[in-house]
Structures are given as structure tokens and as C-alpha cells.
């Protein structure tokens, strides 16, 4: 029987999507969703894919605009990212024209919620590079993902304090 994993599942759709955790019995997600993502080779120069897209596929592909459009992220910021690998073999038509898909759009939800969260480029690139090493990384990501967690339970803290400290200074100025 396979392993159980937490399964992140939107709650409603957009780029301002909730998403609760569910255990499921599918593969890790995290693989599931970046499928296509492998190591590139030595010397393979600029990394775009050469990754081809039929015109008869059946899967749905997005065009980079809507995928800017469903993931939230803008089309300057999808190419960035592909030029530094933390997104990968974004498939081409023959005119080279990029075409995401469902997989890669949910991991572009995985790296908006770390982006979104605070964690710093280098640490999303290290993380996407242990995605693609293998499910022998996993402890090294879970080391990496309860170290982002603990700065963003920090800043929640911070962020309450300076909250309560507002709530207080309209409080005194009603009493005024």
C-alpha cells in the first residue's frame, strides 16, 4: 500500500484560493504536481526546455498569460522564475510559444504560498531542488518547510502585537 501524504485541496479557485490539508493515499503531491520537473544536464546552457507541446494533446495547456491570470504571479515573474529553475520544463509549441499545465500550476501554487509567506527565493529555489532530487529529500524538505514556519509564526506574532497596539490607540483616541 502506498504511503499517505497531506494533500493540499482548494477551497474556492483564483489566486487568493484557501486551500485546507486532506490525507489522501495518492503519491506525494509534490511529485504528482511537478512531474515534468527534472535534473538538467550538465552544460545544457541557457535551460530553456526543449520539452515539445502536440497540438493534439489532450491535456489542457495554458498559454503564459492565463497561467499568469490562474496562478496569480505576473508573466515577467513565471519566465524569472523558469530562467532560475524553480519552475521547469514548461512545455513549447513548434513556434516555442510556452504552454503550462495543470501540474504546473499547481506547483505554481505551492511556490506562490511560499513566496507569499516570506520565504526568500534561495530558500524556494533549495527547496525546489530537493523536490526534484527525489523522495529521499523529504526529511531535508520537512527541515526546510518547519524552519520557513516557525519565521512565519514569528511575524504572525509581531504582527498581532502591532495590531493590539493600533486596537489601543484607537481605543484612547475615542476616549479623548
Known amino acids: 500500500m502506498a504511503p499517505r501524504h497531506r494533500r493540499e485541496t482548494p477551497i474556492r479557485s483564483g489566486p487568493n484560493a484557501i486551500r485546507s490539508t486532506a490525507v489522501s493515499s495518492l503519491p506525494d503531491p509534490d511529485a504528482r504536481a511537478w512531474s515534468g520537473l527534472q535534473r538538467k544536464p550538465a552544460g545544457s546552457g541557457s535551460g530553456v526546455s526543449s520539452l515539445l507541446v502536440a497540438d493534439n494533446a489532450t491535456a489542457p495547456t495554458y498559454t503564459i498569460g ?8 505576473t508573466m515577467d515573474t ?5 530562467r532560475i529553475g524553480l519552475i521547469d520544463a514548461v512545455g513549447r509549441t513548434a513556434t516555442g510559444q ?26 524556494m529555489a533549495r527547496f525546489a531542488d530537493l523536490v526534484r532530487d527525489g523522495d529521499h529529500t523529504i526529511p531535508e524538505r520537512i527541515r526546510l518547510l518547519e524552519t520557513h514556519r516557525l519565521a512565519v509564526d514569528d511575524r504572525m506574532a509581531d504582527l498581532a502585537a502591532k495590531r493590539d497596539y493600533i486596537s489601543g490607540k484607537i481605543d484612547y483616541y475615542r476616549s479623548v
Open 66 to 73: 492565463e497561467c499568469a491570470r490562474r496562478s496569480g504571479f
Open 98 to 123: 510556452r504552454r503550462f499545465t495543470d501540474g504546473d500550476l499547481e506547483w505554481l501554487g505551492t511556490l506562490k504560498c511560499l513566496r507569499d509567506t516570506g520565504m526568500p527565493v534561495e530558500q
Open 78 to 82: 513565471l519566465r524569472y522564475y523558469e
